[in-house]
């Protein structure tokens, strides 16, 4: 059985709209924090520097998210992360949002290793094997 990683996350009063509900942006900084939590959990980071010109970084790709059902503010989200692919270069993760046990919101993102050089456009590289390797008990079949 693959693991999937669980966090949880408050829906702040700032995260919602006019009409009250979280606004749909929200829920790709719900998705970006669970993966960075995600990856913390295993020692990791989104940003790993190896001295002053060079590091490691994971943008982003591709961004999805179908909604259910709204939330409103103070509302806690349970968030579950799954990864779908891993690639040579990229990691595609699934978002499952559920509310007190309802559906919310099922969302996806590829993130892409790459090597950040000031000065210079990120270039995509292999994910070195040891973050492979944390990462593979969490690719879903
Ligand atoms: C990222 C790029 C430099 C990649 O260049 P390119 O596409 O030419 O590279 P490859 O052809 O070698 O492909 C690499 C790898 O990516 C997969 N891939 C490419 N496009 C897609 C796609 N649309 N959907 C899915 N997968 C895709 C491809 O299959 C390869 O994977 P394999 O595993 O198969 O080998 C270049 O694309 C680029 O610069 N893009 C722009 C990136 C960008 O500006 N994104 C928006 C902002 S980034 C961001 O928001 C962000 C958020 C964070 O939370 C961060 C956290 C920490 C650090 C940085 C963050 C961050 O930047």
Same mark, same amino acid.
């Given at each position: 059985?693959?693991?999937?990683?669980?966090?949880?996350?408050?829906?702040?009063?700032?995260?919602?709209?006019?009409?009250?509900?979280?606004?749909?942006?929200?829920?790709?900084?719900?998705?970006?924090?669970?993966?960075?939590? *995600?990856?913390?959990?295993?020692?990791?980071?989104?940003?790993?520097?190896?001295?002053?010109?060079?590091?490691?970084?994971?943008?982003?790709?591709?961004?999805?998210?179908?909604?259910?059902?709204?939330?409103?503010?103070?509302?806690? *989200?349970?968030?579950?992360?799954?990864?779908?692919?891993?690639?040579?270069?990229?990691?595609?993760?699934?978002?499952?949002?559920?509310?007190?046990?309802?559906?919310?919101?099922?969302?996806?993102?590829?993130?892409?290793?790459?090597?950040?050089?000031?000065?210079?456009?990120?270039?995509?590289?292999? *994910?070195?094997?040891?973050?492979?390797?944390? *990462?593979?008990?969490?690719?879903?079949?």
């Amino acid at each position: 059985m693959p693991e999937v990683f669980r966090t949880q996350r408050f829906v702040e009063f700032s995260d919602t709209d006019m009409a009250g509900i979280a606004h749909f942006s929200a829920f790709f900084r719900y998705m970006e924090s669970a993966e960075h939590a *995600l990856l913390r959990s295993l020692g990791l980071s989104v940003f790993q520097s190896h001295g002053d010109d060079l590091a490691i970084s994971f943008p982003r790709v591709n961004a999805e998210c179908d909604y259910a059902s709204p939330v409103r503010c103070e509302d806690v *989200l349970d968030i579950e992360v799954a990864i779908t692919r891993l690639g040579g270069k990229s990691i595609t993760y699934r978002f499952e949002m559920t509310c007190g046990g309802v559906e919310v919101a099922t969302g996806a993102m590829t993130s892409v290793c790459c090597r950040i050089e000031p000065g210079k456009p990120p270039v995509a590289v292999p *994910l070195p094997d040891e973050i492979a390797e944390k *990462l593979r008990p969490f690719v879903a079949g």
